[in-house]
C-alpha cells in the first residue's frame, strides 16, 4: 500500500501487485509523477495472490474473489484510511488475468469503482462470455486500455499482447 502525503481524494487497486510492482515499475511512476504534482493525492493499494495457482482459479470471473474485494478489502481500507469512502475516484487495475479480474470485479460491484484499466485483459476466457455480460451493462464502467482508438471498438474487446513499455505507458497515462 502507498499512503497519500495528504488526504486521499482517489483510490487505485493494482491486482497482480508484484507484476506492478517489480516489473511495471508502478512505484516509481507514481513517485514521479507526485514529486512533479502531476497526480492528485491519491492512495494506490497492491493486491497480491496468494500463490501463481491461486491467480488462474481467482482471476477469471471468480465471484468470491469479487466478494474479497467488495466485502473485505474495502471495509478493511476505509477502516484504517477514512478518506478513501470520499474517494472520488475508485480505480481497479489488473493485466492480462488479472485485466480480466479488474473488469469482472468492477463489473459485479458497480458502485464500487469508477473506472477500470484492463491492460490485455483475457477476455477470450470462457469463451468471450464477458464481452457479452460488458455490452449489456447499463451504465458501462469506464474503461482505460492499452489499445490505440482505432481499435478500441469497444473497451473490453482487445488482444492480449501489451508489452512492458505499452503497459508503463498505460499506467503513466492514467495517473497522469
Request: net charge negative; proline share 5%.
Given at each position: 500500500?502507498?499512503?497519500?502525503?495528504?488526504?486521499?481524494?482517489?483510490?487505485?487497486?493494482?491486482?497482480?501487485?508484484?507484476?506492478?510492482?517489480?516489473?511495471?515499475?508502478?512505484?516509481?511512476?507514481?513517485?514521479?509523477?507526485?514529486?512533479?504534482?502531476?497526480?492528485?493525492?491519491?492512495?494506490?493499494?497492491?493486491?497480491?495472490?496468494?500463490?501463481?495457482?491461486?491467480?488462474?482459479?481467482?482471476?477469471?470471473?471468480?465471484?468470491?474473489?469479487?466478494?474479497?474485494?467488495?466485502?473485505?478489502?474495502?471495509?478493511?481500507?476505509?477502516?484504517?484510511?477514512?478518506?478513501?469512502?470520499?474517494?472520488?475516484?475508485?480505480?481497479?487495475?489488473?493485466?492480462?488475468?488479472?485485466?480480466?479480474?479488474a473488469a469482472y470485479v468492477s463489473m459485479v460491484?458497480?458502485?464500487?469503482?469508477?473506472?477500470?484499466?484492463?491492460?490485455?485483459?483475457?477476455?477470450?476466457?470462457?469463451?468471450?462470455?464477458?464481452?457479452?455480460?460488458?455490452?449489456?451493462?447499463?451504465?458501462?464502467?469506464?474503461?482505460i486500455n492499452d489499445r490505440r482508438k482505432s481499435?478500441?471498438?469497444?473497451?473490453?474487446r482487445h488482444g492480449r499482447a501489451a508489452g512492458?513499455?505499452?503497459?508503463?505507458?498505460?499506467?503513466?497515462?492514467?495517473?497522469?
Amino acid at each position: 500500500m502507498r499512503e497519500p502525503e495528504h488526504r486521499a481524494t482517489n483510490v487505485t487497486v493494482f491486482l497482480d501487485a508484484e507484476l506492478y510492482r517489480d516489473r511495471v515499475g508502478a512505484i516509481s511512476i507514481i513517485d514521479a509523477l507526485d514529486s512533479k504534482g502531476d497526480i492528485a493525492s491519491s492512495l494506490f493499494v497492491f493486491v497480491s495472490m496468494e500463490s501463481a495457482a491461486s491467480r488462474w482459479v481467482e482471476c477469471p470471473c471468480y465471484s468470491p474473489f469479487a466478494q474479497f474485494i467488495e466485502e473485505e478489502l474495502f471495509p478493511w481500507l476505509e477502516s484504517v484510511y477514512p478518506s478513501a469512502l470520499e474517494a472520488q475516484e475508485r480505480v481497479i487495475a489488473g493485466l492480462s488475468y488479472t485485466g480480466l479480474a479488474a473488469a469482472y470485479v468492477s463489473m459485479v460491484n458497480p458502485s464500487r469503482f469508477t473506472k477500470v484499466i484492463a491492460q490485455s485483459g483475457s477476455f477470450w476466457s470462457n469463451d468471450c462470455w464477458i464481452i457479452d455480460y460488458f455490452e449489456k451493462l447499463d451504465p458501462k464502467p469506464q474503461a482505460i486500455n492499452d489499445r490505440r482508438k482505432s481499435e478500441a471498438d469497444s473497451p473490453f474487446r482487445h488482444g492480449r499482447a501489451a508489452g512492458l513499455a505499452a503497459m508503463r505507458a498505460t499506467v503513466a497515462a492514467y495517473l497522469n
